[in-house]
């Protein structure tokens, strides 16, 4: 679904993404975790090309980002993309949030996106925003209408870009349930978190970065269990009981 | 010292005495009153049609200068310096007697023929407000967080269609304080119009001046309407601001 082939980014003279060899496969949940400027969000912001890539080849649902006659909006629609700082249009409503981009590039009816909308609304536990705005709503409110706006397209593979590192902590619980029930669904998910619980309990495998490389790739009982790296063992140790870090 | 002159007193005050005679029902009625009224309504007309267009120009121009395109820009650029920094009324007579030199003798009897003065007003008053109306737009998208743009390319839209559907709807409705500002601006503006003999509001009011000498009425109508035209305006943006952008703060 998803294959990284040695792809390298730079920033300027920042090495971002070094040397990433990854594949993902249909319905697998990827959680991708590290330190904060691992390049972690950078990687998953590459799939929808969101940063382009400077080297190697990334092949995305069959579609090679780097041949120049791909079309990108096209393979963007296939794909739902969900932020950390949620990003809904405010000034619309939640129900035209969800319908605008069915309507206008799938060409669905109106009517009938608003069906499909408001079936997504009730499975996200919100169908009575439908006409509130999204700044009338709460974090984790907003966030569960990003995954519903991803959703409406159909997508066939969802992308969270730490989806729940700007909410306050007692809606964090929402947007992951949001999350699992999807993963349980079937479909094909990439997730950047620092959720170790989500990680631990939905991801098929756990990815570790650091400094743009990928360290460890294992699944979740044994990146957990006994982690193989250094740098991951730290990280884990730090995460888990964050008071005892042994800074430097 | 000086209540021992009654009479030089006398004098030098009836050198300020009023023996103006004022009428007001030359400005308020009768014939000159419907010429000022038909002046305000061509006022209008030239401001309505001129603010139009000056917007649909100023938003091309404002997109030409956040293309991708060096040269797009660079001709948006040059264009916003042009037009802002030399005087409306060299723009005025340029193109009213200027412009129409250079083209064809048919198109140039046409435009004679016509309302030729009134186009001209138009355009120049279109070219000049756009510049600026450019400028406002370009600051209203410029404040829309780059995560709006990034959210609509994600779900699959193209760099116009995201302008058009998300970018460019929340950029207006903060653009639009502003703009009505040019909208004044360009009222008032378009009292330079006269000077190639449209027949708006100033126009009116001078003649009215010269057939009647009432200079004093007649200016004094004009100051008026141009001053309740402002008000109004001003107090229907205000209202704008508290109905329509608190709408969409947070509750």
């Known amino acids: ?248 | 010292m000086i209540f021992h002159h009654p009479p030089l007193l006398h004098t030098s005050l009836g050198f300020f005495v009023l023996n103006y005679q004022f009428d007001w029902s030359v400005v308020t009625s009768g014939k000159y009153f419907d010429w000022l009224v038909s002046g305000l309504i061509t006022t209008l007309k030239l401001s309505c049609i001129s603010i139009v267009l000056a917007f649909i120009l100023g938003l091309v121009i404002a997109i030409m200068r956040m293309s991708h395109s060096r040269p797009i820009r660079w001709i948006a650029h040059a264009y916003l310096e042009f037009y802002r920094n030399t005087p409306l009324l060299v723009q005025i007579f340029f193109w009213y007697f200027g412009s129409y030199k250079i083209l064809p003798a048919v198109i140039n009897d046409w435009l004679v023929s016509t309302n030729f003065e009134f186009a001209a007003g138009v355009i120049a008053l279109t070219i000049y407000t756009s510049a600026f109306i450019a400028e406002d737009i370009r600051s209203g998208i410029l404040s829309i967080p780059k995560e709006q743009m990034e959210a609509a390319r994600s779900a699959g839209f193209s760099y116009l269609r995201s302008m058009q559907y998300i970018i460019l709807p929340q950029a207006v409705r903060i653009t639009i304080p502003p703009l009505v500002n040019q909208f004044l601006n360009l009222a008032k503006n378009s009292s330079l119009a006269m000077t190639i003999g449209v027949m708006e509001m100033t126009y009116q009011a001078r003649q009215v001046e010269s057939y009647t000498f009432k200079g004093f009425e007649a200016f004094t109508a004009a100051t008026v309407v141009y001053l309740v035209l402002s008000i109004v305006i001003t107090s229907l943006v205000n209202l704008y601001n508290e109905k329509v952008l608190n709408l969409h703060k947070a509750a």
């Open chain 1, 1 to 248: 679904m998803i294959t990284f082939k040695g792809v390298h980014k730079w920033f300027k003279t920042l090495h971002v993404l070094n040397d990433i060899n990854l594949h993902v496969t249909p319905g697998e949940v990827l959680v991708v975790c590290g330190p904060s400027g691992s390049g972690k969000s950078t990687l998953i912001r590459t799939i929808n090309q969101l940063e382009p890539i400077n080297q190697g080849e990334l092949i995305v649902d069959g579609i090679n980002l780097s041949d120049k006659k791909a079309d990108i909006n096209k393979l963007r629609a296939e794909i739902g993309f969900v932020f950390q700082q949620f990003n809904l249009y405010p000034h619309l409503s939640v129900i035209n949030n969800i319908t605008l981009a069915p309507i206008k590039i799938r060409k669905t009816p109106r009517a009938e996106a608003e069906k499909q909308a408001m079936a997504l609304l009730e499975r996200v536990g919100l169908a009575e925003k439908r006409d509130a705005y999204p700044l009338q709503l709460s974090g984790g409110q907003q966030q569960r209408v990003a995954i519903a706006r991803g959703l409406a397209m159909k997508p066939r593979i969802m992308l969270f870009d730490e989806p729940t590192s700007a909410l306050d902590p007692e809606m964090i619980g929402e947007v992951l349930a949001v999350m699992k029930d999807l993963a349980l669904s079937g479909m094909t998910m990439v997730v950047v978190t620092h959720e170790m619980g989500f990680a631990r309990e939905v991801a098929h495998r756990v990815v570790f970065m650091d400094h743009g490389a990928i360290l460890e790739e294992a699944p979740p009982n044994e990146f957990f269990g006994n982690p193989k790296h250094e740098r991951a063992q730290q990280f884990l140790r730090q995460l888990l009981t964050p008071m005892q870090c042994e800074c430097p």
